[in-house]
């Protein structure tokens, strides 16, 4: 496979890790707001079981398209900035280990779920639902450092690259913004605003698998 294959089959396989990803996070309905009663999020981790514990096994199956996107994004990147190849680095490291805290705290959820119907009361459960989707902040903050140092790198693009790439610095800004809301409920509720990040930032990856896919015989 030469190298321009090898880049538009990183953008296919980018896209299927967006969808993937997307499609994982609308599995299991959204969790009870952190001014619920303990006893609503056992319920939730009871009712919703075996949705759980598929989407934290299937978050962890997306490394496949990642371990293939991620290398051929940072080489795409790499070729446009000519010499200095840290806001590549930096791009394809946030994509990483975005994914990587992401994954750790769906299978800490799965594991919740696992444990529901057992051991697992309802103070317990509701405590440790609260730090898990607080914890989400960092994969959506990394994801967020993703679309910055990519987005950047594209600013000195011509055309609908560069508007993409002042794109991927307001979702950055966005998603560092969402790191500060922390109300028990509504809008600013930490579950809700993150998830307002995360899926700008897979929009944005989603562009930026087209712009592979679509790489020109130079890439």
């Avoid at 490394?63 to 806001?87: C, D, E, I, Y």
């Avoid at 317990?124 to 990519?150: D, E, H, K, P, Q």
Wanted: glycine share 10%.
């Amino acid at each position: 496979m030469n190298a321009l294959n090898s880049v538009r089959a990183g953008g296919i396989a980018g896209i299927a890790f967006v969808v993937g990803l997307v499609v994982v996070g609308f599995l299991a309905p959204p969790p009870p707001e952190a001014n619920d009663p303990a006893a609503k999020y056992l319920d939730y981790l009871l009712d919703n079981r075996s949705l759980l514990m598929v989407q934290a096994s299937l978050s962890i199956v997306l490394a496949a398209p990642l371990l293939l996107f991620a290398p051929s994004l940072w080489s795409t990147l790499a070729s446009k900035v000519q010499g200095n190849r840290t806001l590549a680095t930096a791009a394809a490291a946030g994509l990483l280990l975005g994914w990587a805290s992401g994954s750790l705290l769906a299978l800490l959820f799965g594991g919740l779920a696992y444990l529901s119907e057992t051991t697992l009361d309802a103070n317990s459960a509701r405590n440790l639902m609260v730090l898990v989707n607080v914890g989400y902040g960092s994969a959506v903050f990394f994801w967020g450092m993703a679309t910055l140092a990519s987005g950047l790198v594209l600013t000195s693009e011509t055309g609908w690259e560069r508007w993409l790439g002042w794109s991927g610095v307001l979702v950055a800004l966005i998603s560092t913004a969402v790191q500060f809301t922390w109300a028990d409920s509504g809008a600013f509720a930490p579950g809700f605003a993150l998830f307002v990040g995360y899926l700008l930032s897979m929009v944005y990856f989603l562009a930026l698998s087209v712009v592979l896919v679509r790489a020109p015989r130079t890439a």
